[in-house]
């Protein structure tokens, strides 16, 4: 059955302090990983694709890489307003639209 | 372009109404997809629709639901009759092609007593 796992459920960091957050996934065939974030009471907004391993792309202070396992969300120096739920995704095979979702995690930055 | 438009925001209705989601997806978009989120499964894919055709209504949970895509800029989401369980976020999305990134509206909070 495919999957996602977002890791760890929550995260708590201080201003500055950097992490990464970690999304694996056990479908085989990839055709698509995404990142969004997820404010309260909003719906989830795009933030990053990534289509084959070894890819990276970046924005702000947020970088995403992609293995044939998993991904991460790399934090750098965050600030409060980087505190939302971050939410990983994958277009399993055969495609057609489809986007399994991970549960996401709760990042609370306090300044 | 304004985004996926969801209306309403918020709705209450009593166990046994009918309840009618609308959405607007982005121009050109030829994907649509209604999800539902709860705290307890996170985000579920209820079903989807390619150029107004229904393709996979696996995620549907009951004959209660059903979804309709009458042309390229509107559809709904329709419960009858509704439920105490049937109580969360629904959202719904659009993407311009299959495997790219889907847009997300607002979301309806649907709360059911």
């Known amino acids: 059955e495919d999957q996602v796992t977002q890791s760890p459920e929550a995260l708590r960091l201080q201003e500055g302090e950097s992490s990464s957050l970690n999304c694996s996934y056990t479908v085989s065939g990839l055709r698509g990983l995404f990142w969004y974030r997820q404010d309260p009471g909003k719906g989830p907004e795009f933030l990053f694709t990534l289509y084959s391993a070894g890819e990276e792309k970046e924005k702000e202070r947020l970088k995403a890489t992609l293995t044939k396992k998993e991904s991460f969300l790399h934090i750098t120096a965050p600030k409060p307003e980087d505190s939302a739920t971050y939410l990983c995704?994958?277009?399993?095979?055969?495609?057609?639209?489809?986007?399994?979702f991970g549960q996401g995690t709760t990042l609370q930055v306090k300044p | 372009d304004a985004g996926v438009i969801q209306s309403p925001r918020h709705e209450v209705t009593e166990m046994g109404q009918e309840v009618t989601l609308r959405c607007k997806p982005i121009s050109g978009h030829d994907y649509l997809f209604w999800y539902r989120q709860t705290m307890m499964r996170g985000l579920e894919l209820l079903i989807y629709?390619?150029?107004?055709?229904?393709?996979?209504d696996s995620g549907m949970p009951e004959d209660r639901f059903s979804a309709k895509m009458p042309n390229a800029s509107f559809s709904t989401l329709k419960i009858q009759p509704s439920e105490p369980r049937d109580s969360a976020v629904y959202f719904c999305?659009?993407?311009?092609?299959?495997?790219?990134?889907?847009?997300f509206g607002q979301g309806t909070r649907l709360t059911v007593v």
């Open positions: 629709f390619n150029n107004n055709v229904p393709i996979d």
């Open positions: 999305a659009s993407s311009l092609w299959m495997n790219t990134e889907a847009f």
């Open positions: 995704a994958v277009h399993p095979p055969p495609g057609g639209g489809k986007l399994i």
